[in-house]
């Protein structure tokens, strides 16, 4: 690719739960991030190459990569507080281009009306875009915490995504640590998706888009982000979003990828290597075999539903279970 | 509680929450569904056939006592003309099987099955006691554990069976893929994960005999509940050494995630199986499990029939402590820019580093750092068994990145012991090493090595 055109989504999307079904996931890391880009001189290119060349060209006085920077409000928790924050990021770093979009986007996205309001689907009302409260219905809808989290992951893919195809973006940035990473290889697992995780977790194309995913952050730990952001100068303490220390107890509120990001914490405080190697093994499992164009895809999460879904369904068994996740009490 | 109406029959009260499928069933409703889906899981792959001689390996727990219940009922209410007996492996250490070999005798006099225990002694030459007055305490394990691996094999050979089934269930395969992919080897997810291993063919004596785990889509928790309801008589077996740290933190984040959601236990499995077919020469997508079949060996964490699987005497801790220190070692290497494969001491105690790690296919090894490993790459003089772990040059990497995973060595090929026959990626097999420096050491006569080895 040529790096004067590249341009990334950073999906910065600061989730301040006190709700244990969401997992603060990309706000502090897509700011660390970009800020790591652009204020570090320290930085190691290890497997990001592709950021090198923002780093030479920033030294030699070439034009590097050019940043969009997304800023996705899923309207829970501390809202106005993650707002505040990316107002004090884009006065930062003023020389991106930054856009907001409010998460219920994704519900305006071809097919998601049919599969996640079909009532309305066929009603006037759908016509009209879809608001906040709209998706904290199907939200509020969903049986479990890991539903919820799940849909709220994919939907804010999906829409992470198609804003990088609106703005003719060349590659998405993920803020994801090893150790993030990590916690999604188990999570899926955990979920019956595991053969999804080759490209959901590997650098370059995606099933969702020609926009192809990058983590240029992925060799680095959790931890290792968050040292870096008090270390650097100016630090980046005041734009960050401070994640509220959630009790570590595992009921049936929790979900999966809550579990396994306590499980990884811990981990990561005594084998910080484990935690990367997890990410390298499933890193070398083969994409399975798909042929382009044939092959029915899921309606939500656009997996191939060839062994994955049950007979002339629609939906594969994952997001099926998203849908209609059953209480099972006890 | 409130009464709820048994969803199957309708008329008794329920009993019984499924976690395997969230229905609340009578008892007698229950064992019958539970049995029903076992048979299924054999009848589906056609894990047996008419006539089959099966030995089951009896350890005296639960999970071994319910399949050797659920296989006799099975074989009578079908009439599949199976011919099964017990099979209990005694090590040989004073007191320690009494209970569970009591609990074994039982049950083969209630379900009418034959029995035969055999002790290491029979089939090595050496009791585990033996073996501890030649060598100390101190490595013990390391022969309990590499005995362990082949004495159902052995075992099922001198009674002149193919096929060995053991209890294995749903938890213990989901805990296996999450231990190996905490590990970072893929090549034991495709063993943890398939129904069936070995080939059963009539060569090669005990080691071609094949093995399966009927109950491996059957919840932990619903096995209790079966041996329970059907009154089965088996020893709870707590083990005496912490479990290996990976495996008890696998168990841990298991139990957890079965307590989150029930069916993830299966989620994972189904997981494991997909994940062990991504696997590069692993036979390919949709390559059916027949074809992985042949080359799978077993693992002697595979071997404890649901029992107590203390063969490890090292601290909790401590093969997560030693893979975090190879990785590391790795880690640095590769900064430096070099190749290099790191081998890793593996678990000098238990024997749970399967000879086929050490099998590699790559470039020769280059730098060997002595704090890491100050062994021998002679494949014959090594005793302690190794692990490989291939680096990649920056090199290779970038070009293995693009092409989606192609960075493991081709299939590895695992050839037999020159002397006993069994999968082996040495000339000579662990066991036989052991033996070998045991004999040695105390010649005996009049003993052969391995039942049926030669
Ligand atoms: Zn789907
Ligand atoms: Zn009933």
Redesign the interface.
């Known amino acids: 690719m040529s790096p004067s055109t590249t341009a990334s989504a950073g999906a910065a999307r600061p989730t301040p739960p006190p709700s244990p079904s969401a997992p603060n996931l990309y706000a502090p890391r897509a700011l660390t991030n970009m800020s790591r880009l652009k204020a570090s001189s320290v930085w190691r290119a290890s497997?990001s190459?592709m950021l090198e060349p923002a780093m030479n060209g920033e030294k030699s006085g070439r034009t590097g990569y050019r940043l969009h920077v997304l800023y996705v409000e899923d309207g829970k928790g501390d809202a106005s507080m993650a707002s505040k924050l990316f107002e004090l990021v884009k006065h930062r770093y003023p020389e991106h281009t930054y856009s907001t979009r409010p998460l219920s986007d994704a519900l305006a996205l071809p097919g998601m009306q049919e599969v996640l309001r079909p009532h309305q689907a066929t009603t006037q009302a759908s016509t009209a875009t879809p608001s906040s409260s709209d998706l904290s219905t199907i939200l509020a809808n969903l049986t479990?915490?890991?539903s919820r989290t799940d849909l709220h992951q994919l939907l804010l893919r999906k829409l992470v995504v198609h804003c990088a195809q609106t703005h003719t973006c060349e590659a998405i940035l993920w803020a994801d640590s090893t150790t993030r990473l990590a916690e999604r290889?188990?999570a899926?697992?955990?979920?019956?998706?595991?053969?999804t995780?080759?490209t959901q977790t590997?650098?370059?194309e995606t099933p969702l888009g020609d926009v192809p995913s990058y983590y240029p952050m992925r060799d680095l730990l959790r931890k290792e982000i968050l040292s870096y952001t008090s270390l650097v100068s100016p630090d980046l303490g005041s734009l960050i979003l401070e994640e509220k220390p959630r009790p570590a107890v595992?009921?049936?509120d929790?979900?999966?990828d809550e579990?396994m990001k306590q499980?990884f914490s811990s981990?990561e405080r005594?084998?910080?290597?484990?935690v990367?190697?997890?990410v390298?093994?499933?890193?070398?499992?083969?994409?399975?075999?798909v042929e382009e164009g044939v092959e029915g895809r899921c309606e939500l999460c656009d997996v191939v539903l060839r062994g994955h879904a049950p007979e002339r369904s629609r939906l594969c068994f994952g997001c099926i279970?998203i849908l209609q996740g059953?209480?099972?009490?006890? | 509680m409130p009464h709820y109406p048994c969803q199957t029959c309708h008329i008794s009260r329920a009993q019984i929450?499924r976690?395997s499928t969230?229905t609340r069933l009578c008892a007698p409703c229950f064992t019958l569904a539970f049995e029903t889906e076992t048979a299924a899981t054999i009848t589906s792959s056609s894990l047996f056939h008419p006539g089959e001689r099966i030995a089951i390996g009896a350890s005296g727990g639960k999970d071994s006592t319910v399949l050797a219940s659920v296989l006799q009922t099975l074989n009578t209410r079908y009439n599949w003309g199976l011919e099964l007996v017990l099979l209990s492996i005694d090590e040989g250490i004073a007191g320690y099987r009494d209970h569970s070999l009591e609990a074994v005798k039982r049950n083969a006099e209630v379900l009418g099955l034959p029995l035969k225990i055999l002790g290491y002694e029979e089939l090595y030459g050496w009791s585990m006691d033996a073996v501890v007055a030649q060598v100390g305490r101190k490595g013990n394990c390391t022969y309990c554990g590499v005995f362990r691996r082949q004495a159902l094999d052995r075992g099922a050979a001198v009674l002149g069976v193919r096929h060995v089934v053991t209890g294995h269930n749903a938890d213990d395969v989901a805990e296996t893929?999450?231990m190996n992919?905490?590990r970072?080897?893929?090549a034991r997810l495709g063993r943890g994960t398939s129904l069936v291993t070995g080939t059963g063919g009539a060569e090669g004596g005990f080691a071609s005999v094949k093995r399966s785990k009927p109950l491996m889509w059957a919840y932990e928790k619903e096995i209790v509940m079966y041996a329970h309801h059907k009154r089965l008589d088996y020893f709870s077996t707590e083990c005496i050494y912490s479990p290996e740290a990976f495996r008890g933190?696998a168990r841990t984040?298991i139990k957890?995630?079965e307590?989150?959601?029930?069916?993830?236990i299966?989620?994972?499995v189904?997981?494991?199986i997909?994940?062990a077919r991504?696997?590069?020469g692993a036979g390919?997508?949709?390559g059916s499990g027949s074809l992985r079949v042949e080359a799978i060996p077993r693992d002697a964490e595979d071997d404890t029939g649901g029992g107590c699987s203390g063969d490890n005497g090292e601290d909790a801790?401590g093969e997560?402590?030693r893979?975090?220190e190879t990785?590391?070692l790795n880690?640095r290497a590769e900064e430096e820019g070099t190749e290099t494969e790191i081998r890793l001491p593996a678990k000098a105690v238990n024997g749970q580093r399967h000879d086929r790690d050490g099998l590699h296919t790559g470039p020769p090894a280059a730098a060997l750092p002595a704090t890491v490993n100050g062994q021998n790459h002679d494949r014959h003089t090594h005793i302690p068994d190794i692990a490989v772990v291939p680096i990649r040059t920056k090199q290779e990497?970038?070009s293995g990145?693009?092409t989606?995973?192609d960075?493991?060595p081709p299939r590895q090929r695992l050839g037999q012991c020159e002397r006993c026959g069994y999968l082996s990626s040495q000339a000579v097999c662990k066991a036989c090493m052991l033996l070998e420096g045991l004999n040695k050491a105390r010649p005996r006569t009049g003993i052969e090595v391995g039942g049926a080895g030669g």
Do not use: H, Q
Request: glycine fraction near 12%; hydrophobic fraction near 35%; proline fraction near 5%.
């Open positions: 497997e190459d479990s915490a890991t290889t188990l899926e697992t955990a979920k019956g998706r595991a053969f995780l080759p590997r650098d370059g595992s009921t049936r929790t979900s999966i579990l499980y981990v005594e084998y910080p290597s484990i990367a190697n997890v390298r093994t499933t890193g070398k499992l083969l994409v399975e075999r279970r059953r209480e099972t009490g006890g | 929450l976690p969230g893929v999450v992919l905490l970072g080897d893929l933190s984040l957890n995630l307590r989150i959601r029930p069916e993830s299966l989620d994972v189904r997981s494991g997909d994940m991504l696997v590069p390919g997508e949709g801790g997560m402590a893979v975090e990785l590391r880690e990497k970038k990145r693009k989606a995973g960075n493991l």
